[in-house]
Nanobody, 124 residues
């Protein structure tokens, strides 16, 4: 069983930056594609970014493209999401997700394991 654990959320001013981390103790971390999703109050969970097992392929939602960078370090079993130029609309609970199947995905059903989420609040 893979149990991703997020960290790095918090309160940040608009225009600022934040780095979210996702770790897992699962030895097979390097074989999993990973993704970030977020859910704002009253809204459905939405895709933010994804990365394949090697880190060679990444994908971003249009809403964060150019402001977000997803990366991973398989040796440390860690995935990162760097968010810059934050906006109030980035306020949400951010979830880390792992996919045990081949390929990557941009919808929730593409992923098999989920973290508990970390709150990101951007003040204007």
């Amino acid at each position: 069983q893979v149990q991703p654990v997020e960290s790095g959320g918090g309160l940040v001013q608009a225009g600022g930056s934040l780095r979210l981390s996702c770790t897992t103790s699962r030895y097979a971390f390097s074989t999993y594609a990973m993704g970030w999703f977020r859910q704002a109050p009253g809204k459905e969970r939405e895709f933010v970014a994804a990365i394949d097992w090697s880190g060679g392929y990444t994908a971003y939602a249009d809403s964060v493209k150019g402001r977000a960078t997803i990366s991973r370090d398989n040796g440390k079993k860690t995935m990162l999401l760097q968010m810059d130029s934050l906006k109030s609309e980035d306020t949400a609970v951010y979830y880390c997700a792992a996919r045990s199947r081949t390929g990557t995905g941009t919808v929730s059903s593409d992923y098999d394991y989920w973290g508990q989420g970390t709150q990101v609040t951007v003040s204007s």
